[in-house]
């Protein structure tokens, strides 16, 4: 049972423009919902996170959009840069320090 | 901060052999989990453990994985025997209340 499905799984756009990567999930115990980062030959990196209570969450580029009765997530990223090419990952879990469930990533590749 | 270390980077082994992966988290962190990364299957938890104590081994695929902390500054995975199945990269992670910090991870080969 798949409890975090994400896409799509691979994405490409072009420089300055905007990457949307969708999430849902099923369990409605979840309370934190993690976007992790990976470059190749890493682990993932926290990038930006959201608890249900709040419906949006901008950190810089990076924004979280959260539809709690849709059970659903999203992920947008403003004037994509190529570096920000690498594979992102969504997440949940029912406490921040829980174990955390992830989607199956999304291979992001921003051209030139 | 050194961040959480995961030695070695890369082991290749022979098929039924005995492998030990190593981590060390970052300190003062007292969750510690051990992922495992493939094409086929993503990330998957295979254990993580609290103030040294394992608390969700259900992951964790058959008895030839086993785990253990025995210090908050040390935990090690062991696969005995190997198999190629068993090839992916494991991640060790660590947390303290603020977010789950990952490790560059120990690419595994069994051949």
């Known amino acids: 049972q798949q409890q975090v499905k994400q896409s799509p799984q691979s994405l490409i756009v072009q420089k300055g423009g905007i990457s949307i990567i969708n999430c849902a999930y099923e369990?409605?115990?979840?309370?934190?919902f993690p976007w992790y980062q990976q470059f190749p030959g890493k682990g993932p990196a926290l990038l930006i996170a959201i608890r249900p209570d709040v419906s949006e969450k901008k950190e810089g580029r990076f924004t979280i959009s959260f539809n709690k009765s849709a059970k659903q997530f999203s992920l947008h990223i403003m004037d994509s840069q190529p570096g920000d090419s690498a594979t992102y990952f969504c997440a949940a879990s029912i406490r921040r320090d829980d174990k955390i469930i992830f989607g199956k990533g999304t291979r992001l590749h921003i051209l030139p | 901060d050194a961040g959480v270390i995961q030695s070695p980077r890369h082991e290749v082994t022979e098929m039924g052999q005995e492998v030990t992966l190593r981590c060390k988290p970052i300190s003062g962190h007292d969750y510690l989990f051990w992922y495992r990364q493939t094409m086929m299957r993503g990330l998957e938890l295979l254990i993580y453990?609290?103030?040294?104590?394992?608390?969700?081994d259900s992951g964790m695929p058959e008895d030839r994985f086993s785990a253990k902390m025995p210090n908050a500054s040390f935990s090690t995975l062991k696969i005995q025997p190997s198999e190629p199945r068993d090839s992916a990269v494991y991640f060790c992670?660590?947390?303290?209340?603020?977010?789950?910090?990952f490790g560059s991870g120990t690419r595994l080969t069994v051949v």
């Open positions: 453990f609290n103030n040294n104590v394992p608390i969700d």
């Open positions: 369990n409605t115990a979840f309370d934190y």
């Open positions: 992670a660590s947390s303290a209340g603020n977010g789950v910090t």
